[in-house]
């Protein structure tokens, strides 16, 4: 989020002093790998069980951004339930800390990272464009667990994970290929007492190599470094204290996170904070470094500072994450992730979307083609138009609010009752098993073929609550059932999204089509787009 003094609009356009506010952008994006390449900085997120996986985000100032692509196009490579078949899921599985580099010398990017604890998947795309088609190009035997990449001098790369079997950090050096290690080696045994730590990014800066890493289970942040990267003797020195927090209203301590240095030779290092229901926050954090090469984090009163001077020239991007969507054009908008890989027969983007019923089930943790946004935080609204006469008897249409605690607002069709209703308590638990298919807290009828939902997504700490509208008109909204308090655990580990669904409850057929999905910041309580 951009902050600009008033004052400096009275000013001439070089004296304006500008500043970021932590968050740069308040949304669920998990274990960021950071890049800079040319002008133009690149970001890869964990994304577990939503499809496509591992989102590329883009910005020319470290604050703006916005999304470009995926590198893991489907999930299903990864085993069979990312599909959602009849009595399996993948939830909490799939796309985990990962790493994205580009690769000169093959002029194309990589990503790369462990899933289901077994096996580390390699993507490539096909040119220097990271939004030309990506495939997978390498399944190596082994699980790479929250692994980091960085290029040498000579342009060899190599990957830094841990070892989950034995509590190591092992570097393993690629193949100029990148499908396969061309040799792997322990460089780090973690102390017995301290095995927690993960989440490692490895740089090489003046030519002396680094790995960063983190502690979810005592908090904290340390950095090795050594000046030979099969060294088996690391300096380690802590570079974040467990208790260096953010401000409100993010929530908790900071997770793993990258090192970015900019055209103009500052260096920032970008993290995430722990804030649920809305998820894994990510936050921007300057840093100088000591004449001895360790990184010192610029603090304000030993926290995370809510706000920062630019250093880059602020630079808009173009796809703003709020606005209205259309669905114009024939293909989703890349801001988009279905929960599991979708059913690609039942679902059209043509100047609108068009739903079919993918899943013949009453439970919404069970049912495809379930489209799915992050929230935008604090508070933010999402209002859709919907044209539901195309409903089967036993169908259930709605926008809700995603989670292992999840509540919607939609239409049931029943015979040929229309019912509009709020339904919450939706849960699943940490197993993976629906536990509960929902409540119905209220309904109402409804008649004609057009309605309007809308969630309003309140995660400021002291609410977490999310509420439920629908109209008729598009005009006058009414708010449905009681607020909805939000989950704020950690344990699905995945951030609270705005979800579009349309599933069977009888028979397969039906099908609705959503106009548009418009996303503003705060509590919006007015007229739709297009009403
Ligand atoms: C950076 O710029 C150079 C020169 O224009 C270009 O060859 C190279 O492909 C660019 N790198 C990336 C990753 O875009
Ligand atoms: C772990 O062991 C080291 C070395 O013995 C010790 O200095 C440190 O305090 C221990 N940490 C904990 C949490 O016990
Ligand atoms: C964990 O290990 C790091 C790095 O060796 C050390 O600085 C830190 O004190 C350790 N923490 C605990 C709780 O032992
Ligand atoms: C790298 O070395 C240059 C030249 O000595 C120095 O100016 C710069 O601060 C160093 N950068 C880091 C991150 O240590
Ligand atoms: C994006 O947001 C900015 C600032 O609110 C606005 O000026 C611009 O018109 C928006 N762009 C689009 C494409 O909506
Ligand atoms: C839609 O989903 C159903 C249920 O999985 C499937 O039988 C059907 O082939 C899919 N495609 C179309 C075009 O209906
Ligand atoms: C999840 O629910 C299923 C079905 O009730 C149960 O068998 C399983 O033990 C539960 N798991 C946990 C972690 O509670
Ligand atoms: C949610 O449903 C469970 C039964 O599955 C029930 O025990 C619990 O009281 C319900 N909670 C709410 C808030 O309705």
């Known amino acids: 989020m951009r902050l600009v003094p008033l004052l400096a609009g009275a000013l001439a356009l070089s004296s304006w002093a500008s500043a970021f506010t932590n968050p740069p952008i308040y949304e669920d994006l998990a274990d960021v790998d950071l890049r800079r390449y040319n002008d133009t900085y690149y970001l890869s997120t964990s994304t577990m069980h939503f499809s496509p996986g591992a989102p590329i985000l883009r910005s020319f100032d470290l604050v703006n951004w916005e999304y470009i692509g995926h590198s893991v196009p489907q999930l299903v490579q990864f085993g069979t339930g990312y599909t959602l078949p009849p009595g399996q899921n993948a939830y909490n599985q799939g796309v985990w800390a990962s790493w994205l580099i580009f690769v000169p010398a093959q002029n194309k990017w990589f990503w790369g990272g462990c899933t289901n604890f077994f096996q580390t998947h390699i993507f490539s795309s096909a040119g220097p464009d990271p939004t030309s088609a990506w495939t997978q190009i390498s399944v190596i035997n082994a699980c790479y667990y929250d692994s980091g990449a960085f290029m ?180 989703l908008g890349v801001q988009w992730e279905w929960n599991h890989d979708p059913d690609t027969t039942n679902f059209t983007v043509n100047n609108g979307l068009t739903l079919r019923t993918a899943s013949l089930t009453n439970d919404w943790f069970a049912a495809r083609n379930t489209l799915t946004h992050r929230i935008l935080g604090p508070i933010s609204t999402v209002t859709i138009k919907m044209t539901i006469s195309s409903m089967k008897d036993g169908d259930r249409t709605g926008l809700g609010l995603f989670r292992d605690v999840s509540a919607y607002i939609g239409v049931w069709r029943s015979g040929n009752t229309f019912t509009v209703n709020m339904v919450n308590n939706i849960t699943i638990n940490t197993s993976e098993v629906t536990t509960n298919t929902g409540n119905t807290a209220a309904s109402a009828a409804v008649a004609g073929t057009t309605v309007w939902f809308r969630v309003i997504s309140n995660s400021t700490p002291a609410v977490n609550m999310g509420t439920f509208w629908y109209s008729t008109d598009g005009k006058t909204f009414k708010q449905l059932g009681p607020g909805f308090s939000t989950d704020t655990n950690f344990q699905y580990f995945e951030g609270q999204r705005f979800a579009i669904f349309n599933f069977a409850a009888s028979s397969l057929g039906g099908s609705v089509q959503v106009a548009n999905f418009e996303l503003t910041t705060g509590s919006y309580t007015g007229v739709a787009f297009g009403a």
Not at 215 to 243: A, H, M, R
Not at 282 to 306: E, K, M, Q, R, Y
């Open 152 to 331: 040498d001098d000579d342009g060899t790369v190599y990957v830094s994970f841990k070892d989950l079997g034995t509590n190591t950090f092992q570097i393993s050096k690629m193949a100029a290929d990148m499908t396969t290690p061309v040799q792997t080696q322990v460089v780090i045994t973690l102390p017995s007492n301290n095995t927690s730590l993960e989440g490692t990014r490895p740089y090489k800066i003046n030519g002396t190599y680094y790995i960063f890493t983190s502690s979810p289970n005592t908090g904290g942040e340390y950095v090795y470094k050594s000046s030979n990267i099969f060294s088996t003797s690391w300096e380690v020195n802590v570079f974040l204290g467990p208790d260096v927090a953010p401000q409100p209203p993010l929530v908790c301590c900071l997770g793993q996170g990258a090192l970015v240095e900019t055209q103009n030779g500052v260096w920032y290092w970008m993290s995430f904070s722990w804030s649920y229901p809305n998820g894994r926050i990510p936050v921007l954090l300057p840093i100088t470094w000591s004449s001895d090469g360790w990184p010192i984090p610029t603090l304000s009163n030993g926290a995370l500072a809510a706000s920062y001077p630019d250093t880059l020239t602020p630079h808009p991007v173009t796809n703003n994450l709020t606005g209205v969507d259309t669905f114009a054009g024939t293909s």
